[in-house]
């Protein structure tokens, strides 16, 4: 079989793979057990420390929790720098509660495995060992430097020395070999899923071949009496008439020979035209939007896809997963819109991007949030449902177009065109959902290089 289009199985794009939301949940948990633990520290044990300023470093990662709450949507998927980032600011926060409380000497030091665990198995390896070492260093900080544990009568509680050191080397250790372990299972994993995805895409490729040759031996079938017949008249007619005449009854006899052949050719083997991979950005955006462009919603180009005024006109690469993605989107949108659709395209040197603006309602704003989560109830408001009842909710479709576009490296914005508070518009505004895709160039274009490389000969499928 020959092999996907460039960027499809791609092991190295591993972002947006965490949500935002799992690791504010994961934070919440851990900012419960620390109140919890600094709380029954002082009140049970009769330890005595210093309370303000473990509330202090606590509250830090409460205030971040609830940034991330009300800044960004609940379905927002964080790239590997920002996974990075957060998981280094929670490592951080948990070294300053540390600090507080004893250093190694508290036995609440080794939870520093659980992001260096959790960044094995989201991360790449790169930005795991930059987490690792960065949970080494300040572990070796806070062995060496911390306010030591004081019972109400002074006494220090803390571990001889050889115990201590004991206890960083354990955590040394379990950072080396937990975030080993974690990261050779998942790439284990992710190697596993990206070759059953090659074999279903061969198996897909495989049956529409299984397909076409039933269809080619149907046709071979139906039109072999035809043929049959054509070429036994023409060779009666060869034998009977002279010159000119003689000459074209014995064409026709051929051509029919050649009918012959060229349907058995199409049953022995398909052709895999290399042409097709690639694509203007204009055409693959009108085959996108062809079977919606006829359903009583006028949708509108920006730029003309028959004109394609772009410049420079951009060569893309036509893969399936664009063309089905793009085309949900624009399902979506003419399936809520009242009159019109607009889709603009924009292209600059550093990205690609394509807006769908529709004149409907717009995405409700009790999950504008979570757009593009599955299975996401959508409950219409009355005379939405009677307009279309057959949209009891929305999920998958736009789930599906999500995943398909970013796996093509695309980033989804979702909007609406007005709040909930204006006026109601006029027919044909710009007034309803907005969704835009926008690739960096160099995920979805060609390079000049390619654009003016020889494709080579079209190769035949082969079992």
Same mark, same amino acid.
């Given at each position: 079989? $020959?092999?996907? %289009?460039?960027?499809?199985?791609?092991?190295?794009?591993?972002? #947006?793979?965490?949500r935002?939301?799992?690791?504010?949940?994961?934070? !919440?948990?851990?900012?419960?057990?620390?109140l919890?633990?600094?709380?029954?520290?002082?009140?049970?044990?009769?330890l005595d420390? #210093?309370?303000?300023?473990?509330? $202090?470093?606590?509250?830090?990662?409460?205030?971040?929790?609830?940034?991330?709450?009300?800044?960004? /949507?609940?379905?927002?998927?964080?790239?590997?720098?920002?996974?990075?980032?957060?998981?280094?600011?929670? *490592?951080?926060?948990?070294?300053?509660?540390l600090?507080?409380?004893?250093?190694?000497?508290?036995?609440?030091?080794?939870?520093?495995?659980? %992001?260096?665990?959790? @960044?094995?198995?989201?991360?790449?390896?790169?930005?795991?060992?930059?987490?690792?070492?960065?949970?080494?260093?300040?572990?070796?900080?806070?062995?060496?430097?911390?306010?030591?544990?004081?019972?109400?009568?002074?006494?220090?509680?803390?571990?001889?020395?050889?115990?201590?050191?004991?206890?960083?080397?354990?955590?040394?250790?379990?950072?080396?070999?937990?975030?080993?372990?974690?990261?050779?299972?998942?790439?284990e994993? #992710?190697?596993?899923?990206?070759?059953?995805?090659?074999?279903?895409?061969?198996?897909?490729?495989?049956?529409?071949?299984?397909?076409?040759?039933?269809?080619?031996? @149907?046709?071979?079938?139906?039109?072999?009496?035809?043929?049959?017949?054509?070429?036994?008249?023409?060779?009666?007619?060869?034998?009977?008439?002279?010159?000119?005449?003689?000459?074209?009854?014995?064409?026709?006899?051929?051509?029919?020979?050649?009918?012959?052949?060229?349907?058995?050719?199409?049953?022995?083997?398909?052709?895999?035209?290399?042409?097709?991979?690639?694509?203007?950005?204009?055409?693959?955006?009108?085959?996108?939007?062809?079977?919606?462009?006829?359903?009583?919603?006028?949708v509108?180009?920006?730029?003309?896809?028959?004109?394609?005024?772009?410049? /420079?006109?951009?060569?893309?690469?036509?893969?399936?997963?664009?063309?089905?993605?793009?085309?949900?989107?624009?399902?979506?949108?003419?399936?809520?819109?009242?009159?019109?659709?607009?889709?603009?395209?924009?292209?600059t040197?550093?990205?690609?991007?394509?807006?769908?603006?529709?004149?409907?309602?717009?995405?409700?704003?009790?999950?504008?949030g979570?757009?593009?989560d599955?299975?996401?109830?959508?409950?219409?408001?009355?005379?939405?449902?009677?307009?279309? /009842?057959?949209?009891?909710?929305?999920?998958?479709?736009?789930?599906?177009?999500?995943t398909?576009?970013?796996?093509?490296?695309a980033?989804l914005?979702?909007?609406n065109?007005r709040?909930?508070?204006?006026?109601?518009?006029? /027919?044909?505004?710009?007034?309803?959902? *907005?969704?835009?895709?926008? !690739?960096?160039? #160099?995920?979805?274009?060609?390079?000049?290089?390619?654009?003016?490389?020889?494709l080579?000969?079209?190769?035949?499928?082969?079992?």
């Amino acid at each position: 079989m $020959m092999a996907p %289009p460039p960027g499809l199985l791609n092991e190295k794009r591993r972002s #947006n793979w965490v949500r935002l939301r799992t690791l504010i949940v994961l934070r !919440w948990i851990a900012v419960t057990g620390q109140l919890a633990a600094t709380i029954i520290a002082r009140e049970v044990f009769d330890l005595d420390m #210093n309370l303000g300023l473990c509330f $202090m470093v606590i509250g830090v990662a409460v205030i971040a929790n609830l940034i991330a709450i009300f800044v960004y /949507p609940e379905n927002k998927r964080l790239s590997e720098r920002e996974v990075t980032l957060t998981l280094m600011f929670d *490592i951080s926060q948990l070294a300053a509660l540390l600090f507080l409380t004893g250093g190694l000497n508290n036995p609440f030091a080794l939870l520093m495995l659980v %992001p260096v665990t959790i @960044a094995a198995t989201a991360l790449r390896t790169a930005p795991t060992v930059i987490v690792g070492i960065y949970a080494i260093v300040l572990v070796t900080l806070v062995a060496l430097f911390n306010f030591p544990l004081r019972t109400e009568q002074g006494f220090v509680m803390q571990m001889p020395p050889v115990f201590v050191f004991g206890f960083w080397v354990a955590i040394v250790i379990g950072v080396v070999f937990l975030g080993a372990y974690a990261r050779r299972v998942t790439s284990e994993v #992710n190697s596993m899923s990206e070759a059953l995805l090659a074999v279903q895409m061969a198996l897909a490729r495989e049956q529409k071949i299984s397909d076409l040759a039933g269809v080619v031996a @149907a046709t071979a079938h139906e039109l072999g009496t035809p043929l049959a017949t054509i070429k036994l008249t023409s060779s009666e007619l060869a034998e009977d008439l002279q010159g000119e005449q003689r000459e074209d009854a014995l064409l026709i006899r051929d051509q029919a020979d050649r009918c012959r052949d060229i349907l058995q050719s199409m049953g022995r083997a398909g052709k895999d035209d290399l042409h097709l991979h690639q694509a203007p950005l204009c055409a693959v955006l009108q085959e996108a939007a062809e079977p919606h462009l006829n359903r009583g919603v006028n949708v509108i180009f920006s730029p003309d896809p028959i004109t394609c005024g772009l410049n /420079p006109k951009p060569i893309v690469w036509r893969r399936p997963e664009i063309i089905h993605g793009l085309r949900n989107l624009i399902q979506n949108a003419v399936d809520f819109a009242e009159s019109t659709v607009w889709v603009d395209t924009t292209l600059t040197d550093e990205t690609v991007s394509i807006r769908i603006i529709d004149d409907g309602r717009g995405f409700s704003q009790h999950v504008i949030g979570r757009i593009g989560d599955p299975f996401v109830s959508f409950n219409p408001q009355v005379g939405e449902k009677t307009a279309r /009842p057959e949209y009891d909710g929305m999920g998958l479709g736009l789930f599906i177009a999500k995943t398909l576009l970013e796996r093509s490296g695309a980033e989804l914005l979702f909007a609406n065109a007005r709040d909930s508070f204006s006026l109601q518009p006029e /027919p044909g505004e710009r007034c309803g959902a *907005i969704v835009e895709v926008i !690739w960096p160039v #160099n995920e979805i274009c060609l390079s000049e290089d390619q654009i003016g490389h020889g494709l080579g000969d079209n190769q035949p499928f082969t079992a």
